[in-house]
């Protein structure tokens, strides 16, 4: 039974940072990729960044320099830093893996003063 449990979520000013996290039970974490996806309100959910089995990222354009994934495979946890946040960057943020069709309970970032 995959569980996926999105957090680290919050209020938080333009400029500021915040940290997400994910932690994944019931797979053999290391083996996949994985990915933290968003849905504003109103919006389709959007790529944010991927992470391969062998540590390669990649990330939208809307976040680049900005934002960071990294993994800690002994913990089965999956990161987004997320600094210089932007009123655009509200949203909730989910994470998966390959072939990223399963989702979380998600975590909600809001960016405002």
């Known amino acids: 039974q995959v569980q996926l449990a999105e957090s680290g979520g919050g209020l938080v000013q333009p400029g500021g940072s915040l940290r997400l996290s994910c932690a994944a039970s019931?797979?053999?974490?290391?083996?996949?990729?994985w990915g933290w996806y968003r849905q504003a309100p109103g919006k389709q959910r959007e790529l944010v960044a991927t992470?391969?089995?062998?540590?390669?990222?990649n990330y939208a354009d809307s976040v680049k320099g900005r934002f960071t994934i990294f993994r800690d495979n002994p913990k089965n946890t999956v990161y987004l830093q997320m600094n210089s946040l932007k009123p655009e960057d509200t949203a909730v943020y989910y994470c998966?893996?390959?072939?990223?069709?399963?989702w979380g309970q998600g975590t909600r970032v809001t960016v405002s003063s």
């Open positions: 992470i391969t089995s062998g540590g390669s990222t």
């Open positions: 019931g797979i053999m974490f290391r083996i996949y990729a």
């Open positions: 998966t893996y390959q072939p990223y069709d399963r």
